[in-house]
Nanobody, 123 residues
Framework: VQLVESGGGSVQAGGSLRLSCAAS????????MAWFRQAPGKEREAVAI???????RYEDSVRGRFLLFKDKSTNALSLQMNSLEPEDTAMYYC??????????????????WGQGTQVTVSA
């Protein structure tokens, strides 16, 4: 089971980035998948979550700016980030877990993690 992120980088405020998570080695169609982020000195937080039924949840500060979607043919999980703000600067991680654990915001639910990709937004 492996998750590999790509797409991070540096951008000015108001810009956009797309993160991608390539998943392999599991029955991903049945998994809960999410993007988390962790800024220096802060706890890791769930940014966006997609359930096996396609249900979506977003953290309040990114709702309306970020879009999470899954390409079922490739098992890739993408996070389109628009109108980026300096407060979005963080290391972003792709995460997943298998049933029967229900989807949720707690990072302790997630058994599988990528290595992370850095997003830096300058003012």
């Amino acid at each position: 089971v492996q998750l590999v992120e790509s797409g991070g980088g540096s951008v000015q405020a108001g810009g956009s980035l797309r993160l991608s998570c390539a998943a392999s080695g599991g029955t991903w169609s049945t998994y809960c998948m999410a993007w988390f982020r962790q800024a220096p000195g802060k706890e890791r937080e769930a940014v966006a979550i997609i359930g096996d039924d396609g249900s979506l949840r977003y953290e309040d500060s990114v709702r309306g700016r970020f879009l999470l979607f899954k390409d079922k043919s490739t098992n890739a999980l993408s996070l389109q980030m628009n109108s980026l703000e300096p407060e979005d600067t963080a290391m972003y991680y792709c995460a997943a877990h298998s049933p029967p654990v229900p989807c949720g915001r707690s990072d302790s639910r997630y058994a599988y993690w990528g290595q992370g990709t850095q997003v830096t937004v300058s003012a």
